[in-house]
């Protein structure tokens, strides 16, 4: 029998995506999406980061920590395969998974130093405010730039044009947002992130996704995305 081992958190990510509905489904396609990683007790020393900031880019090995208790499968349904087919869930990049990991390579934007402890900067993040990081490593580009071969996604997807009504417009304009808000929202609806059997037909739905501590509706138009309404929380 294999040995088994437990691995604790050395951090916790502070992201603006507080639902799983809207996040990128990979890193690094929505640059305004910027998280703090806040180190746990015993991993905060400032030792810990000491040259961080000679990389641009990190990998972070994170938890899939909503699945938990959801199990996985062996076959899956990947959105870029139109949610119909069924493909190996080691195929693929399925949160439902075998011990729950993910890895995403981020964009290095600091480090914050307050006394004694350190956190971490980062953007370009697709994770869940609240996930667990269990280990941080330079990206380095001479080993970890491939020319591969990506199977069912070769490509990146199509983006959408996305449009603000004159009301959520103004909402921006008049409140206390983030600055990278406006282009947050652009970045992740020109994605679409509605599933994918509802983007093969016509949809009036009104759809709705929680950024910082705020709500943003939105629906398709025409093949465009027109935000409609922006409420805080």
Known sequence: MLNKTTIEPIGVLSSPFKQKFSIPRQPRLAPAAKGIIQ???????????????????????????????????????????????????????????????????????????????????????????????????????????????CGFAPDAPSLKTVNFSKSAAHFISEHNVPNEFESLIQQILAQDPRPAYKQQKADDKVYRVELYNFDVHWQVIDDCILVTNIHPI
Do not use: C
């Not at 920590?65 to 349904?77: A, I, M, S, T, Y």
């Not at 307050?114 to 001479?142: F, H, M, Q, R």
């Open 39 to 149: 180190l746990n007790e015993g991993y905060n020393s400032p030792d810990m980061v000491r040259d961080l900031d000679t990389f641009s880019h990190l990998w972070l090995v994170f938890g899939f920590h909503e699945n938990n208790d959801k199990g996985w499968q062996p076959l899956v349904r990947p959105p870029r395969l139109g949610g119909n087919k069924k493909t190996g869930v080691l195929a693929t990049r399925s949160t439902f998974r075998p011990n729950g990991l993910g890895l995403s390579a981020v964009k290095f934007e600091g480090v914050i130093i307050k006394g004694n402890t350190a956190s971490i900067e980062v953007s370009g993040i697709d994770l869940l405010d609240g996930t667990p990081i269990y280990d941080i490593k330079p990206y380095i580009s001479y080993s970890d730039v491939i020319d591969a071969d």
